[in-house]
């Protein structure tokens, strides 16, 4: 079956501007996650779903960074002023249930802010 | 931090050969789950071993926990040039709600 899709696969901005990333999660996976990726490191956790609500928005680093989950299935992570400090490797994963079962991740969109 | 602690950061080796790789970690967990990815996109998982678990196989893989130890190892039998890849452990705690991720060990298998 089809696996986690993001898109777009590359974005380029510039400093200030706003940019939205899709996460389009397995069919039927009531769980999503957000992370980020810096060059040479692990992904580190943004914020986790539950349905459509926000069950852990801990590892959101600012107020400039907002996800939604409107019906449960895709979501979008919105981050304003975008810096430069924000280029990275985006990556959505989702899981059947619930936050202990395993979590498979899409291919990540690749946000450089120039 | 509970974050997975990879080692060794890199690893060179002969295709044919075995690869080891080993993770630790801080506090008590659920699970701890095995991911590889290949040019820094997204991640495949491997395996997931719970805390009653000892040993799981899955092909070639075969991971380790010992929770008194607080720490896990991949074993990769055979090893292919495919195989080569960044892997990563992550350790999955009762309390929170996330994966959290070492800087992983960079695999490469050389022909």
């Known amino acids: 079956g089809a696996g986690v899709s993001q898109t777009p696969s590359n974005k380029v901005t510039e400093k200030g501007k706003y940019v939205e990333l899709r996460c389009d999660p397995i069919?039927?996976?009531?769980?999503l996650y957000w992370y980020r990726q810096s060059l040479g490191q692990g992904p580190e956790f943004l914020i986790y779903?539950?349905?459509?609500?926000?069950?852990?928005d801990s590892g959101l680093p600012n107020d400039r960074f907002f996800a939604v989950r409107p019906e449960g299935s895709v979501s979008t992570l919105k981050i304003q002023r975008t810096e430069r400090g924000d280029s990275a490797v985006y990556l959505c994963?989702?899981?059947?249930?619930?936050?202990?079962?395993?979590?498979?991740f899409g291919p990540g969109t690749r946000l450089t802010v120039l | 931090s509970q974050q997975g602690e990879e080692d060794p950061q890199a690893l060179s080796i002969q295709e044919g050969e075995n690869a080891t790789m080993n993770c630790s970690y801080k506090t008590s967990i659920n699970n701890l789950q095995w991911y590889r990815q290949n040019s820094g996109r997204g991640l495949v998982h491997l395996i997931l071993?719970?805390?009653?678990?000892r040993e799981k196989h899955s092909g070639r893989l075969r991971v380790t926990l010992d929770t008194s130890k607080k720490s896990s190892s991949l074993l990769i039998t055979a090893s292919r040039a495919a195989d080569t890849a960044s892997y990563f452990c992550?350790?999955?705690?009762?309390?929170?709600?996330?994966?959290?991720f070492g800087t992983g060990t960079q695999l490469k298998v050389e022909l």
């Open positions: 779903f539950q349905g459509t609500g926000a069950a852990d």
């Open positions: 071993i719970r805390s009653n678990e």
């Open positions: 069919s039927g996976h009531t769980a």
């Open positions: 994963a989702s899981s059947l249930t619930k936050s202990t079962d395993t979590q498979y």
């Open positions: 992550a350790p999955f705690t009762g309390g929170g709600n996330k994966l959290t």
